[in-house]
Nanobody, 126 residues
């Protein structure tokens, strides 16, 4: 069992930045690939970014590529999402997720992840 707790969400103006954190506990964090997803009201949960267990491989949705950066610190059992140049369409609840695997291949479907956090709200005003 892995417990995930997100933090760092909030209200920001368009063009601003936020850094989300996801703290993990319960199992060996470095055994898990990590992903960030988001869900806006009335929409399905969508993939945002993925990082491999080693941190050597990352993958992004086209909508955030060049603006968002995913990273991890296995010594702190934490994964981060740095979000720059935020747009109103980035408004959503952001979730981190963990997937137990030795592969570094990115997966983008929510059903492929084993554990989820409770989410943190990000609101971008225009």
């Amino acid at each position: 069992q892995v417990q995930l707790v997100e933090s760092g969400g909030g209200l920001v103006q368009a063009g601003g930045s936020l850094r989300l954190s996801c703290a993990a506990s319960g199992r060996t964090f470095s055994n898990y690939n990590m992903g960030w997803f988001r869900q806006a009201p009335g929409k399905e949960r969508e993939f945002v970014a993925h990082i491999s267990w080693s941190g050597t491989s990352t993958y992004y949705a086209d909508s955030v590529k060049g603006r968002f950066t995913i990273s991890r610190d296995n010594a702190k059992n934490t994964v981060y999402l740095q979000m720059n140049s935020l747009k109103p369409e980035d408004t959503a609840v952001y979730y981190c997720a963990a997937r137990r695997t030795y592969s570094i291949v990115a997966v983008t479907f929510p059903t492929q992840y084993d554990y989820w956090g409770q989410g943190t709200q990000v609101t971008v005003s225009s």
